[in-house]
């Protein structure tokens, strides 16, 4: 039985039916016990990320650990997995509710990503700007910031406030990515005052409630900006 699944899972590494971050979430049931197994699946997963694409810019993640916040937890471990699979270069991690706690992992798997995050528990309040803040204080330059967030921003640091800081010390404007965990609620404050200060956003917003899959995270982070994709259509001969 174990050399058909090890036949399967070699197949899985190129198939295009195999979802990269399902393979990863499948190792953390608990049913999974054979190490040579694990190691596998997360072959399997790190496969399947790389055959999207490779993102070759500073990124960084910021989660919301504030109250009620457990899925974005848990969603979280599963894009640090993917994204730091995929990314030829540095990954902040940072955990937030008033205040920063920066995740660092042994190593890309999800695995790894599951053992970095466990002291990190929901609760408190949502200043989504402490996150960017601690880039700022480090000094740690990124080109693009995913945040995992329910929007509900309620303490200071503001974000927006944080943001126009971080690029005028940085020289630099990150693209963000928001990874919306909002449920029945809306909350378009935070949204409103992106688009006041002209940062560019978007928004994923996963089909159902499969936050496990999230099919379409590395096409938006491997994509390139609307400032490089007016500078390539510039930079084009006319003649």
């Keep these: 039985t174990k050399a058909l699944i090890d036949e399967k899972l070699k197949k899985a590494q190129t198939s295009k039916g195999v979802s990269a971050l399902k393979s990863k979430a499948a190792t953390g049931t608990g049913r999974i016990k054979n190490e040579e197994t694990i190691k596998k699946l997360d072959a399997v997963a790190d496969a399947q990320i790389q055959r999207k694409g490779t993102i070759d810019a500073p990124i960084a993640i910021l989660v919301d650990r504030s109250g009620s916040m457990e899925k974005a937890i848990e969603v979280g471990k599963r894009v640090a997995a993917m994204v730091s699979g995929a990314s030829s270069s540095a990954v902040y991690a940072v955990a937030f509710d008033t205040a920063p706690m920066e995740i660092v992992s042994k190593g890309k798997t999800l695995t790894d990503w599951e053992v970095a995050f466990k002291p990190i528990k929901a609760g408190g309040g949502t200043s989504i700007g402490c996150g960017l803040e601690y880039l700022n204080r480090k000094k740690l330059l990124v080109e693009q910031i995913i945040i995992i967030t329910d929007e509900d921003e309620n303490e200071n640091p503001r974000f927006h406030d944080v943001y126009q800081d ?6 630099i404007r990150p693209v963000v990515n928001i990874i919306s965990m909002r449920s029945s609620k809306t909350f378009v404050s935070f949204e409103n005052e992106l688009k006041k200060i002209k940062c560019e956003f ?27 994709v007016l500078y390539e259509i510039m930079d084009y001969p006319l003649f």
């Design 202 to 228: 978007y928004r994923y917003e996963p089909d159902g409630k499969d936050y496990n899959s999230l099919p379409g995270l590395l096409p938006f982070l491997i994509r390139k900006s609307r400032t490089e």
């Design 166 to 171: 971080y690029a005028s010390k940085m020289g």
